[in-house]
C-alpha cells in the first residue's frame, strides 16, 4: 500500500546532540509537512515544501532545519534540541496545497535526556 | 487570519447513541474544512472534507458532517456511535488557497470517548 513512512518510531538524544529524523512515501505527492505535536494538543506545523521550494513558519525556531533532496524523502533536523524540543514530530504528504487531504505518517516520538 | 474553535475538550456518549464533535471556523474567503482522527501513538487519519457542494459531507467509518455557513460551523456526527471510534478528533481549516494561506490550521482537538 502506498503510504508515509516515518523512523524511528522512537528517537531519544541527549540535550544539545544533533538529530535527525526521516519520513518518506510512496504516494508521489509533491507537496511534504513537518508537524510538531505536544501532549495530544493540535499539530503545529514547522514548514513544508512545495516541489522543492521550501515554506518556513514564522514562529519555527532556528534550531529546526529541513531537506528534501528527491521526491521521496524528507528529513528534519534538530541542530541542539532542548527539553522543549521532546515531542512527537509527524512527517504528512499531500497533492498540491488546495483541496486534498494530507497523509500522515505515524510519527516519530523524540525524547530529550 | 483563519481559525479553527473545538469547544469540547472531552466528549461521552454511550455505545449505539448519536454522537456530535463540533467545530466552528473562521476565514476570510470560502473555506476548505477537514476532520482527522488520530489513534494513541498514531499519525492523523483523514475522515471528510468539505470544500463546495452539498451541506451534508459523508466520510469514512459511517462519520458525516454538516457545513454551516450562516453558524460559520462543521459539526462532526455519526448516528451510532461505536466503542472502537474512540479517539482524539481534530477539525482543521484552510482559506481558499487561491487567496489566503496555504496551510492548514488545526483545532485543538476534541477526545471521544464511547462507553460500552
Known amino acids: 500500500d502506498a503510504m508515509v513512512i516515518q523512523n524511528p518510531r522512537y528517537q531519544v538524544t541527549q540535550f544539545g546532540k544533533p538529530v535527525t529524523l526521516s519520513c518518506s512515501q510512496t504516494l508521489n505527492h509533491n507537496v511534504m509537512y513537518w508537524y510538531q505535536q505536544k501532549s495530544s494538543q493540535a499539530p503545529k506545523l514547522l514548514f513544508h515544501?512545495?516541489?522543492?521550494?521550501?515554506?518556513n513558519e514564522a514562529d519555527t525556531p532556528d534550531n529546526f532545519q529541513s531537506r528534501r533532496p528527491n521526491t521521496s524523502f524528507c528529513f528534519l533536523d534538530i541542530r541542539s534540541p532542548g527539553l522543549g524540543d521532546a515531542a512527537m514530530y509527524l512527517c504528512a504528504t499531500s497533492r498540491g496545497e488546495g483541496s486534498q487531504p494530507q497523509h500522515f505518517g505515524d510519527g516519530t516520538r523524540l525524547s530529550i535526556l | 487570519a483563519q481559525s479553527v474553535a473545538q469547544p469540547e475538550d472531552q466528549v461521552n456518549v454511550a455505545e449505539g447513541n448519536p454522537l456530535t464533535v463540533k467545530c466552528t471556523y473562521s476565514v476570510s474567503g470560502n473555506p476548505y474544512l477537514f476532520w482527522y482522527v488520530q489513534y494513541p501513538n498514531r499519525g492523523l487519519q483523514f475522515l471528510l472534507k468539505y470544500i463546495t457542494g452539498d451541506n451534508l459531507v459523508k466520510g469514512s467509518y459511517g462519520f458525516e458532517a454538516e457545513f454551516n455557513k450562516s453558524q460559520t460551523s462543521f459539526h462532526l456526527k455519526k448516528p451510532s456511535a461505536l466503542v472502537s471510534d474512540s479517539a482524539l478528533y481534530f477539525c482543521a481549516v484552510r482559506d481558499d488557497p487561491r487567496t489566503g494561506r496555504r496551510a492548514l490550521t488545526f483545532g485543538s482537538g476534541t477526545r471521544l470517548q464511547v462507553q460500552p
Open positions: 515544501y512545495y516541489d522543492k521550494d521550501f515554506n
